[in-house]
């Protein structure tokens, strides 16, 4: 079955730096439809770096300027570099993958692969 697992998660006083890894097994991923997200408890999870279909990156505006989403294609690994940290970036992170679907437009069609998620804590 398709396995995506995180790591890199941990704690960082503010102003710090994490790098997120999502590597997975039987499955690979695709350049579009895929995804970094986080939860805090008793909140709706919010999507902090998306990739759309269209190959745009869409970055919550909470974290655009201090996150960056990149993609390893040759080890099928998805990472998420968080800079500058705030104690509001404290959550579990997980990553995810949608069905990417051509016609009649291109669509990411439901994120239905994910992590385990990793926890992320920041520190004032």
């Known amino acids: 079955q398709v396995q995506l697992v995180e790591s890199g998660g941990g704690s960082v006083q503010a102003g710090g730096s994490l790098r997120l890894s999502c590597a997975a097994s039987?499955?690979?991923?695709?350049?579009?439809?895929v995804g970094w997200f986080r939860q805090v408890p008793g909140k709706e999870r919010e999507g902090v770096a998306i990739?759309?279909?269209?190959?745009?990156?869409t970055y919550a505006d909470s974290v655009k300027g201090r996150f960056t989403f990149s993609q390893d294609n040759a080890n099928n690994t998805l990472y998420l570099q968080m800079n500058s940290l705030k104690p509001e970036d404290t959550a579990m992170y997980y990553c995810?993958?949608?069905?990417?679907?051509?016609?009649?437009?291109?669509?990411?069609?439901?994120?239905?692969?994910w992590g385990q998620g990793t926890q992320v804590t920041v520190s004032s």
């Open positions: 990739i759309n279909s269209d190959g745009t990156t």
């Open positions: 039987r499955y690979t991923f695709s350049t579009v439809c």
């Open positions: 995810a993958a949608a069905r990417f679907v051509m016609a009649p437009v291109p669509t990411c069609v439901e994120y239905n692969f």
